[in-house]
């Protein structure tokens, strides 16, 4: 079970035998296809954020950064682009916490069909998703029609184009990120050691805090930092949930490149975003399993 | 794995009550789609007003919609086909090869799926400007097969992991060569696990839009781009109708695949 370690983790390597076999030949293709067609494209942008400068800059290679850490508006939108993806990453902890351990409580059946119940939205289309937001936080959409209805309030509430609408898609949409990886370490856990607390006299509570908590915590943490990382770079949901006051850092980036054609600026704001994906998934790749969370199916 | 203690107890009873409430944040909001796209209403309100098909008339009047459903579909099918050729080969060139560097080519595979989307997509918008690829087929093609290799390496990879190599060994002591024995005795038992791959492949090809946006031009468009614009601009539920259409298929998809899944011989 040990095949895709983590990423940036260590190679396992087998003593022994040759250092190549003939299987590696068949890795050549798709290492090949992504050095041109993925990994030039993100190289060529890193040279663009140091060579494409406006004029005046007088040839200082550091100009665009020095644009986006100078400028107000643009640190109002880093931060923004943190708060989002910290609250989402709390949100889908909190629900997606009981929801991991339901799973695990449950019945190997029952079990399935909550994991379809994550497996189904996860695969759905994003924008698909966003899109039933739309409908569900306008003026008139779901929530403010009948809530109206009942007679519970006489304004419609303020969710569409709003932080809290845009956290509320994100939550949504991140949650099987934060549920599966939960799930994948709370079932590797022996039910054996809570019913030896149970037996040494801890009563539930105190055998879940004291023994299945601290045992699951790896998981918690593979989760925040999964959702976290991929809550920084959401582009398509906070700018239809949103408005310009809270944009991210994505749609930040995309108005450079669409309206501005300000592929310096642009380039030197998509490192900063790389530089910080990596450096959280650094600290995650310590105790996360990435195929655990991308090969979903075999969550069991 | 029934677990001592009783569902009747007030903290199970808690716990199965979060669960009902989660289960209808994760699939609710997409099914609210499914009566909007039947409102006989002129405008997207809820609740919808009677039953009526105008907004599938519609999109199937409209060439935009029906045009963007061909190129998705044709799209996501080559992207299928490309990417399970080359994450098949990769899955047993990682599982079985040998090789120095083997961590850096496990992570630059699965880096697709961490890289934010958007970086991707200007990334490729300014790569494929000088290949002059953006706005065509075959461009598009090549960025959603970087985004869905990952998944096929990963569902072709578990598989493998997880065969029975004495299979082989048995085949090969019985006098068949190693091709012969790759066709007739592994293929057939990763063949779930590629089937899998191929369809998240599809679906990854047919969802995506972020990438999509940069990469298509007024003249060639996919579905989820067409919605993307439609969206931003006009607020008539014939979207609705489109998003219906959409999410069926990836149901669909994901129906095959859970199936497939079921009949993968693991261990």
Not at chain 1, 54 to 72: H, I, K, Q, V
Not at chain 1, 138 to 158: A, M, Y
Not at chain 1, 249 to 267: E, H, K, M, P, Y
Not at chain 2, 151 to 167: Q, W
């Amino acid at each position: 079970m040990l095949f895709l370690r983590p990423v940036f983790g260590r190679a396992g390597r087998r003593t022994g035998g040759p250092l190549v076999n003939r299987w590696a030949l068949l890795a050549i293709p798709v290492l090949i296809f992504l050095l041109v067609g993925f990994l030039a494209p993100l190289l060529i942008m890193a040279v663009r954020s140091v060579t494409d400068l406006p004029a005046g800059s007088e040839g200082d290679p550091l100009t665009n950064f020095r644009r986006f850490f100078g400028g107000e508006a643009n640190l109002r939108v880093l931060g923004n682009t943190f708060f989002i993806a910290g609250l989402s990453t709390v949100g889908c902890l909190l629900i997606g916490y009981p929801y991991a351990y339901l799973m695990r409580l449950a019945s190997p059946r029952w079990a399935g069909l909550l994991l379809i119940a994550v497996l189904v939205p996860f695969w759905s289309s994003l924008l698909v998703r966003t899109y039933a937001w739309q409908v569900i936080l306008r003026d008139t959409g779901l929530i403010n029609s009948t809530l109206r209805g009942w007679g519970i309030i006489n304004q419609p509430l303020d969710l569409y184009q709003t932080t809290t609408g845009v956290l509320l898609g994100m939550t949504q949409i991140l949650l099987p990120f934060m549920v599966l990886p939960l799930f994948t370490t709370m079932a590797r856990i022996d039910p054996e050691l809570t019913k030896a607390a149970a037996n040494l006299g801890a009563s539930p509570t105190r055998a879940f805090l004291r023994v299945f908590f601290p045992l699951s915590v790896p998981g918690v943490l593979a989760g925040s930092l999964l959702v976290f990382v991929l809550a920084l770079g959401f582009y398509i949901t906070p700018a239809l949930l949103g408005s310009p006051k809270n944009t991210m850092l994505s749609a930040f980036i995309a108005t450079r490149v669409q309206q501005q054609l300000d592929w310096g600026l642009a380039s030197a704001m998509a490192m900063v975003l790389v530089a910080i994906t990596l450096v959280v998934l650094f600290l995650a790749s310590r105790v996360i399993r990435v195929r655990d969370v991308f090969g979903a199916l075999d969550a069991e | 794995m029934g677990e001592a203690g009783s569902w009747r107890s007030p903290h199970r009873l808690a716990l199965l009550a979060l669960g009902v409430a989660t289960v209808i944040f994760l699939v609710g909001p997409m099914l609210v789609v499914i009566p909007m796209s039947f409102t006989g209403a002129k405008i997207l309100s809820w609740p919808p007003v009677g039953f009526s098909f105008q907004w599938y008339a519609k999109m199937l009047e409209d060439p935009q919609w029906s045009r963007g459903f061909l190129n998705s579909m044709q799209v996501a099918t080559l992207t299928a086909i490309v990417s399970t050729i080359l994450g098949t080969l990769a899955a047993l060139g990682i599982v079985r090869g040998r090789f120095p560097g083997k961590g850096i080519a496990n992570a630059l595979i699965l880096s697709p799926l961490i890289v934010p989307v958007i970086i991707i997509a200007i990334g490729f918008f300014a790569f494929y400007s000088i290949t002059r690829l953006t706005g065509s087929l075959p461009g598009l093609v090549l960025a959603h097969t970087a985004l869905a290799v990952p998944f096929v390496v990963i569902n072709v990879g578990t598989v493998l992991r997880t065969m029975d190599r004495n299979l082989e060994l048995a085949a090969a002591s019985l006098g068949a060569d190693p091709v012969r024995t790759f066709w007739r005795v592994t293929f057939p038992i990763i063949l779930p696990g590629v089937f899998a791959g191929a369809l998240f492949a599809f679906i990854t090809s047919w969802d995506e839009v972020v990438v999509s946006i940069f990469m298509t031009s007024t003249r060639f468009r996919t579905l989820p781009v067409e919605m993307w614009e439609q969206v931003r601009q006009v607020v008539d539920p014939t979207v609705a109708a489109v998003a219906t259409v959409v999410m069926v298929v990836t149901t669909t998809l994901l129906l095959f695949v859970l199936v497939a899944r079921r009949r993968v011989p693991v261990r």
